[in-house]
């Protein structure tokens, strides 16, 4: 079981939802991977719901932020510096979306927009290093960039985190792996032509992927990959959930 007390800086850490139906997508998330929550109070009567796995925080789940219209996961990367960090990615090419900010005692993060479009945040941990447990059913499990530019991409993340970014041997430049130190971290697949902007997508561990796909589909989720075995044996899917956020789901040999 991969429980966490710290993470290295470049190592993703965290995943949070924000969502226009909040007790929708609660419910659709509990049912689907067994998550229950902790609700803390953020101002306004709203809450950040921890979503949690045998008592380890794994994600979160909170209300849109003004002027966002789209249900949608973010990705979390820790930093050592998240202002450091916001400066580099203007140097690289990237958008700061607004100033480095603190949020209460847990940390200081920024949002960071790549040269290719894909929103990311980075967190500088104090009281809150992210997720307790990772690489376990409920949790996240691995992330990947679908980039237009995989060179570009890579370039830019190589600088900002000190990423190693290779093509996958054998993958015919269909799958970039990213490395953070010498742990996998990750990877970077090439956006089809005419395909849907830069972005990030985050995987949940399953039991059985095909369990779960078919559990999301009788929930109200949308199936927009179908399961697909990997030459490692895991197997995934890419599934839209009620309220339209993406994400996908992974079954199969994962990280201690």
């Not at 419910?27 to 229950?36: I, K, N, Q």
């Not at 490395?179 to 090439?190: A, S, Y």
């Not at 949308?222 to 956020?245: C, H, I, M, W, Y």
Request: charged fraction near 20%.
């Amino acid at each position: 079981m991969g429980e966490r007390t710290s993470y290295a800086p470049g190592t993703f850490s965290w995943v949070d939802l924000n969502t226009d139906d909040i007790e929708a997508s609660k419910a659709f998330y509990a049912d689907l991977l067994g998550w229950s929550y902790q609700d803390i109070p953020i101002g306004d009567g709203n809450h950040y719901s921890m979503a949690q796995v045998d008592g380890h925080n794994v994600a979160a789940i909170t209300p849109m932020p003004p002027g966002m219209e789209a249900t949608h996961w973010n990705c979390y990367v820790t930093v050592a510096d998240a202002d450091a960090t916001a400066a580099r990615a203007k140097d690289l090419g990237g958008t700061v979306m607004g100033e480095p900010f603190d949020v209460f005692d847990a940390g200081r993060m920024v949002i960071i927009q790549d040269p290719e479009g894909a929103v990311l945040m980075a967190w500088q941990p104090r009281a809150n290093i992210g997720a307790g447990l990772v690489n376990a059913p409920g949790a996240l499990c691995w992330n990947d960039l679908i980039a237009p530019d995989v060179e570009a991409s890579a370039a830019f993340y190589r600088e900002l985190f000190g990423w190693t970014i290779e093509e996958t041997p054998g993958a015919q430049g269909a799958y970039w792996s990213i490395t953070n130190g010498d742990r996998p971290n990750g990877g970077v697949m090439p956006a089809p032509p005419d395909g849907p902007p830069s972005a990030w997508n985050l995987y949940f561990a399953v039991e059985d992927c095909d369990a779960a796909v078919a559990r999301a589909g009788e929930l109200g989720g949308e199936l927009l990959v179908k399961p697909r075995t990997l030459p490692n044996g895991s197997r995934f899917a890419v599934v839209r959930d009620p309220q339209g956020a993406i994400f996908s789901l992974a079954s199969g040999p994962m990280d201690p």
